[in-house]
């Protein structure tokens, strides 16, 4: 069995930072892509950043320059570092990861972004 845990989400001001981290643990090997995606409501799930084994990323056009994602393969660890936010970021943010062609989802956490 696997679990999928996010941390680090909560309320913070317009311009403010937030750092997000995800640990996988549990019968889980070579994850191959670990990506953050987020919902706000009344809108569809949209992908925010990923990155794969070998450390390529990508990220949503709005999310450039703002957001960055890395990992810790060691630990399973993907973490999506937050700055410049803006209220428009207000959502749920999911963790996902990809393993053995099998998706992994956390069940998200809040960020509130207050103007």
């Known amino acids: 069995q696997v679990q999928v845990v996010e941390s680090g989400g909560g309320l913070v001001q317009a311009g403010g930072s937030l750092r997000l981290s995800c640990e996988a643990s549990?019968?889980?090997?070579?994850?191959?892509?670990m990506a953050w995606y987020r919902q706000a409501p009344g809108k569809q799930r949209e992908l925010v950043a990923g990155?794969?084994?070998?450390?390529?990323?990508n990220y949503a056009e709005s999310m450039k320059g703002r957001f960055t994602v890395s990992r810790e393969n060691a630990k399973n660890t993907v973490y999506l570092q937050m700055n410049i936010l803006k209220p428009e970021d207000t959502a749920v943010y999911y963790c996902?990861?990809?393993?053995?062609?099998?998706?992994?989802w956390g069940q998200g956490t809040q960020v509130t972004v207050s103007s």
């Open positions: 990155i794969g084994a070998s450390g390529m990323t």
């Open positions: 996902a990861l990809r393993s053995a062609r099998v998706w992994y």
């Open positions: 549990g019968s889980i090997f070579s994850i191959n892509y």
